[in-house]
């Protein structure tokens, strides 16, 4: 997944307050253990990720992580032996013995997989809609030389991927078979000492060697002028925590799954749903500053 610039009030705001709103997100969903509030979780990431036009990206990262999903919940399903609903008896399997898959067990997994499905559509979103040389700017006056590696080894990785779409195209204009993907790796990956030998020398003939910490400047991110964006955002984050820690500490996601699944979804719980994911998307009804 790469970085663009795009139009949408998440990529306007500066990049400490998106990684705050994102980490809002990520702590919602870990600490969620109701059905309704973790599903409302993950409604709101696909909300985020159309309104912000990063949809895309996170469709394909679904690709991979439906899967992963589904494998969670059937090993969770075939190894835990909770739960007294059962609704499938596989009888004595080698390694696992008797096996017995019970309703709550399968649920359990399919809560866990889908924590872990939000959790990576939420980084894929951070991944898309975060500029990382703005995310190591914030680090740049703690250490000068691990922010230039960082940035360095954060914008080969796109260098790489267009390396590899260039071979790609290249290979099959020529005729024959169309190249397989370990050869389009072994063709990338074969330059990629000569790229780290040139970007070295190209650093030590700038001087970047004898750089010390950046002096703090009077233009820095946190002393430029807040923006709507930056208080709008900062504020969902803030008002995502609260509606958070009030159903965690209310009971309102109250959720039990041996021996016997219950999962009460009253009217707190579908209000505390509903503001998780007003709350959350309600920057991005503001468009204005945005350019088009």
Do not use: K
Not at 186 to 207: H, K, P
Not at 268 to 279: E, F, I, K, P, Y
């Amino acid at each position: 997944m790469i970085y663009r610039r795009r139009a949408s009030p998440l990529h306007a705001a500066r990049a400490a307050v998106a990684i705050a709103w994102c980490a809002a997100l990520g702590v919602a969903s870990m600490l969620e253990s109701n059905p309704v509030l973790l599903g409302a979780t993950a409604v709101t990431v696909l909300g985020a990720a159309a309104l912000a036009g990063v949809g895309r990206e996170l469709r394909r990262s679904l690709r991979w992580s439906v899967p992963l999903w589904l494998g969670i919940a059937l090993v969770n399903a075939l190894v835990t032996r909770n739960g007294l609903t059962v609704i499938w008896r596989f009888g004595d399997l080698p390694l696992l013995g008797q096996t017995n898959v019970t309703l709550e067990a399968t649920v359990y997994g399919a809560l866990l997989g889908l924590r872990a499905v939000v959790l990576i559509q939420i980084g894929t979103l951070y991944s898309v809609a975060v500029d990382p040389d703005a995310v190591l700017r914030l680090f740049r006056g703690l250490s000068f030389r691990s922010a230039l590696s960082a940035t360095i080894a954060t914008r080969m990785v796109p260098v790489l991927v267009r390396d590899s779409r260039r071979l790609a195209e290249a290979q099959r204009c020529r005729p024959g078979d169309p190249p397989g993907r370990a050869q389009l790796l072994r063709a990338t990956t074969a330059s990629v000492i000569d790229r780290a030998l040139d970007v070295a020398a190209t650093l030590e003939v700038r001087g970047y060697g004898a750089a010390r910490r950046a002096p703090r400047r009077r233009d820095s991110i946190w002393e430029r002028g807040w923006s709507r964006h930056d208080l709008a955002f900062l504020a969902s984050a803030g008002g995502l925590l609260v509606i958070v820690l009030a159903a965690r500490l209310g009971g309102w996601d109250a959720f039990t799954a041996y021996p016997l699944l219950r999962a009460p979804a009253g009217a707190r719980t579908l209000g505390a749903a509903g503001a998780l994911l007003l709350v959350a998307l309600l920057p991005f009804l503001d468009r204005r500053g945005i350019e088009a």
